[in-house]
């Protein structure tokens, strides 16, 4: 009883940590909105991962590029609506203020604010009068615990401004940002739908170095198979399974955004974003056959790892049927000897043991060759 | 034979509780109209499972509202057709006088009545000249038995009036009403259509909440059969999956029926409900990706389950093969100077027996040590 | 060899059986027409059935109804052309002269014919200018044998008349009958077309009570896999597996064929009768639905089953291993003492075998204290 | 070595044989065109399977008909130009003059004559100006075998002829033949396309057949796999299984062809033709459905079969566990007191050998009663 | 401690091979881009895999033909733009100056190069106002590790040029040049589409001979299956499914570009070259046919090789169980009368020994029987 209430102590504490880290978590979030609660209401519906709110604005031109750190958003309001592209990057979304205040001066209607805050929106794309709301996916790899990590990136994007929301520090943008600093390949000249694409672009090839790291896994795991399968291994491919679904659910999902971005039913996207936007879709699909591919060959390392484990088994039984069957007959026959009986003529016999002793013999090698025309006797 | 018997009373037994509370009753329902009775005959087919039907009355615009149980149900018809809205909420459909009441007065076609009152109807939404009726199921999950409940709600929604049926007492709309009465986010200056969405809304939260329960089942299962897999983990895992199936039948076609829906092609649903009824078909595509995503992490527990069976069956295996195959050949060796021959010159050598355990002691440590190699003394 | 030969010969038998009530027989039909016989060639294709075809006639109108059994098929055709609407229910298909004259009077095609007189045709609708062919199946389930029965309905619906052919006596049309007698529901003022919904609709109907049924068994062998997992219950799920396939084949091609009627592509059927097709589309659907959910639960039983069978294998293993772990090192020092050895000390100290019998016992506890440890003594 | 060696050379004659009749030969043929050969290269690629091309004609019209055995190709061309209908059918791919001199004749595409001579072509219907060109499969079972044969059968089909090419004497068009003869079923009063309709009809009815004679079998295994499951079983399903893959290779593709002719895509189809031709597109999408649930019904025999050896593996490893559980104690305790300690004194008690047996009878029976109760002694 | 370490030294070096020839090497190209680098960036990210990029051209007319090997692109520019088909092969994509060379002449995308360059793309076809690209794969298969090599080609085709770029020496286009040498088919006098056409056609009919190679394997796997099955088997048909997971990459998407060539959705191809590009698209449906075919068939060896393991497991058992209990009994006898108790009054009776000897026999002999008749003595 004691062991019983000792486990249902430890199964809470385990319940407590899965909120935080566990698969229900990162797939439909933990703190949802209250049920029932008004639709459009406000409120940040996931864990509060960092301490204050952090805005970086990036307002450039072809000419000029200025970079800095906000106290307040208003601020970057002036800029915002000015023609040249203004990207204000905002980390952290505990302090629903912030994107409220977006919202009201933005006309950003409720309902894509509030997807906004919940941080576990399925990818999309959806557009608005005066600007479109992308949704995708940041994943990150744990090299540790060989974990996917997944948090959402929203992207509101009007003609002369580009709002991002995460809701951690540390984003995979840094090299566009380096790209805007040294204007390198024409993007400052470009508008916001193109800065658009250059942060979806950074997003999804690193899908493709998460795939790697996970790729690279899975033929660690196939070479641990084939030389120990122990039930360690058979968790690890479990567990990556279940890594791959949480990749699935952020790629699928947004190649049909992107499909819908690049064949024009987004207005603000310009046509030559347009064939960007192909390119980026194409490497989607890439990255969903690779899965796919990934998936298939974790499943035939599952196979080979039931046929390797009945296989030891087979193995296993081989030794014992082999020992077993060639002494159970000899001990009988020693047993069968060791009897007191007054009347055993053969015990008299004075050639007897040793005869006995060659039949045995015979007997034994007999059955060894028996087992080794079968193949029992190893290979 | 008496055996036989009790055991075809006990089968009865179970048959009449699963007529009430089994699968097959959650799926195409108990008592079935009467084959071949007329089309559009109308017949309560469920159980009954309030004692008195209750109608429950809120009437509002923007301005007032008015809460009220009435005793009869034309009571409210007079304020039905009045513009303000005017939500009828009827707990019990065993009367079926009251129904067939609502439809003589609204006009409601037979067929569609007929569905109201068969309660395993597939979710759906039909159009009708004056009015549209959607039919959906409100899931429950019971933590004890780790079973999804499923009830049918039917929605007969016009220009002026609302009309929600349920089997039992107990929903998840008391959210919605505390914002009708309260006023909160405009929903008092919204129509019917808005109070339809308002409450197919808070339906699909609840199927979060469901999710998020059987999610964290599910992790739970994967970590006993990591620590111990038992028969009885394996049938938690079938049950689960069979109230997968459960939750399943009730979310993918309202998926279907919130597309057609959200896409304008129901009439009396205004442009702007349609955008909020697009935001419920995202959270139903959402449902419908983790309970697929979940269904897929049972199967790989199953697996899992699997894999840890045949692991321990090896391990059993392995021991009594370390055992036997180590003590086999030494009791043969025992046997054998046990026999009594009179001749056997072993028996009198006097190192004899000392020079025989040294023998069987070596042997026994050859063993153990072709074993060791092997990796079958445990890792 | 003689052995064979009787092996041979039963075969033969069971062939023969299989013939008539097998899987195939249920499948393709037992007698095809002669390969390559001509297109149209009027032919009944499947077993004789009943000894003598059976023709009963029912023409009503909103006023009057009259009902009788005719002895030759010529004598409905004058009555089938006037307005009121005529139901001529045909019993036994061996008798090909019957379907012909029909054919030839109402130029019915000939193709159509063909398709009425081999009885194993998928469900289908056709439309010809003056009437149009409905194919489908009626189901029965056989308690006794958990096996389902599969007969073909045609119907030939023209504007005034509706020609029903069937290969045995016995039905599930006797409530629509009921109801034409009695004129309830309007039935008797309305038209073929919905003379054909109705039976249409009665035999979908009884798909549910079939459903049901096997439903039913499902759930039994759910609790007797938990119970006792014996092998007969593997070849129950597989039957009722199969039988399952008998089920899908006639409901699929129905709902598609059902599809094209409600939508209106099938001249004939008003836009009233229309309305009504859609609720038996409807039923349909929750057939498939309901019946892909049973072949899950199937699935999953079988899935059940094999982990039940490998859990007792795992439980008889531990059995045989605590036992033979146990015995077989205390066996060897038993024989080890029975050995004849001349000098062997042990065997005349005085206290030896009492403390044998000590060390043994403590040999004895010990193993069983891991066994226990390991949880292999039982739960 | 040695034995490698002559493994080695078993090898290579097997995939000699293999080229001829394996699945691969029946998958993309053996002997392909030489690589990046010019297309439209006329080249038969397909074994020589006939000495001699035969050529047969027959020239018919609802009045005469004429049948003959052509010498050279060229004696029908002025026939086939001629109104009344020209089938001319050659056996035999090999002189690939005779199919050189139709499409210069004709004007059959060069690539259209590629496909007739690659004897591994999908099933496919192309148009072109002056005539069609379908390609399909000819069906044979191997009764001794189970296996499928499969022989391509191309159609050219212009306004007044029709020339079929195959690669061997011997085709299931003989009824066909018969009815011309006879001019059953007015066939002889109509064109080419009717014509070509014939012939495909009687290869799709000889697919029932050949599925018949596969469901037999399967039948027959199902059964065998009940009463004794041995690997040779195994075999043969999964030689079924790879059988069924040459079926579904000739039907689907074909299906999709029929499904574009009857569907008015292919001129040069008269539209009474297309109704006959929806007939035998019905057979198709019968055939599939039926191969589709040999298909179900073979893998569930699989399951059948494993879960019937683990069954009876169980059955072995109980008698084991029976037989070892009970008499490796009594064995001990025999043992026990066939010591030779000088000092044992249970020996020296009279009844101790008695009340030993007894002993020993009591715990036999015990765990012959433990057994029992759990069911482990037969069922 | 150490053999961890050296364990992990060698997981490092096997991840190091595994980066040029692993799997995930062929699925997403080792060296990516450098992450967030400027899309249309150009840079080789493939290995370097020869030495000096080797520039073939071959400009020919009906009339004439001239082949030379180029020392810079720049060479071929005024020929190229020049009316006579020009066709220029670069073997080797690390000097990107060549790559970038052609983009500048002719007016080639920045998307379109870094596709070119980056050596893991889909196969895939893209239009362009001035060209066409088609991306494709050309698959070898190494006899001796069983692995299909992917090397990437890329067509750039314009109205008067065709540029085609591979990282290797060595391609499949021999005899595509042969034709061009001898105007074998005239290809001579049709423009680059044709030309085109030719490539991707010797590519697809190599995907053949590869099918071919593996089939053939497949086959030889299934027949080593019957006999012998090893864990060897198993690992081979799990690389084999492996690498038929790289064809199927190889081939879907091809067919999709392939069909988008023939339907005429790609300007530059004319209308016959369209006809020819449906055979090719024909020819790929059959590669990716029979692919799908092989992939069932593995499965299917799988299964195979899995009921075969248990078969044999079972003979092991079985052939332990009859040992061990015909011997066990026996044994219990035999050491049932070496006991040592005085009072043993057995072991007096002079015939008890003959009389215990016939006995025994008499039970193994009964035991024998049993077990014949259970047919546990081998087939």
Redesign the interface.
């Known amino acids: 009883m004691a062991a019983r209430r000792r486990g249902r102590a430890q ?1 809470r504490a ?2 407590a940590a ?1 909120a935080a880290h ?3 978590g990162r ?2 979030g933990r703190v ?10 406000l409120e940040h519906t996931g864990e509060k991962k960092v301490e204050k709110v952090r805005i970086r604005l990036i307002d450039y031109d072809a000419e000029s590029i200025e970079e800095r750190t906000l106290a307040s958003i208003e601020e970057s309001f002036a800029l915002a609506d000015d023609p040249p592209v203004t990207w204000v990057n905002i980390d952290g979304l505990h302090d629903i203020s912030v994107a409220e205040a977006v919202a009201d001066r933005f006309g950003v ?1 409720r ?1 894509a604010l ?2 906004v805050l919940s941080p ?3 990818p ?1 794309v959806e557009e608005y009068p005066d600007h479109f709301l992308v949704i995708l996916r940041m994943l990150t790899f744990d090299e540790e615990t060989e974990t996917i990590g997944s948090e959402q990136l929203s992207l509101i994007v009007g003609a002369t401004y580009l709002f991002s929301f995460q809701e951690r520090f540390g984003d ?5 940002r ?2 805007l600093r040294h204007s ?2 024409r ?1 400052r000249s470009r508008g916001t739908d193109y800065l658009a ?2 942060l979806i ?2 997003i999804v ?2 899908y ?2 998460i ?2 790291d996970v ?2 896994r899975i ?2 795991l196939e ?1 641990t198979v ?1 030389r ?1 399968p ?2 360690d291994v ?2 690890r491919i ?1 567990h990556l ?2 890594e791959m ?1 949480i990749l699935r ?1 952020a790629v699928w999902p947004l190649r049909e955004a992107l499909g819908r971005m690049y064949r024009g039913e987004v207005p603000h996207v310009t046509e030559e974003t347009q ?2 936007l192909r ?1 980026v879709y ?1 490497h989607t ?2 990255v969903i ?2 899965s796919e ?1 990934l998936r ?2 974790l499943t ?15 193995e ?6 082999v ?3 060639i ?6 026959f ?11 003529p ?3 016999v ?4 040793p005869t ?1 002793l060659v039949g045995m013999g015979a007997l034994a090698l007999g059955m060894i060759f028996t087992f080794w025309r079968k ?2 006797l190893g ?1």
């Open positions: 199964v385990r319940r899965r566990g698969l229900m797939l439909v949802l909105k209250a049920p029932g609660s008004m639709p459009g209401t209607h309902l509030e997807d576990t929106q399925r999309k995979v943008f840094e090299p566009v380096e790209r390198r390949g993007i694409y250059a672009d950074a090839d690193h493709f170095r795939m790697e790729g690279d033929e660690e070479e084939l120990e122990s039930l058979m968790h479990h399974r279940r679904l659910r064939m960007y390119d194409d699909v890439q056959d690779t591919t298939e060959v035939g390392t599952m196979d080979l790892y039931m046929s390797g484990v009945s296989n030891r088994m087979n296993v039984m081989k030794v014992l049927t020992i077993a069957t002494f159970i007959p000899l001990s009988f020693a047993g069968l000897y060791g009897m007191n009986f007054d009347y055993m053969e015990l008299h004075h050639w007897a043991y006995l193949g029992w290979r």
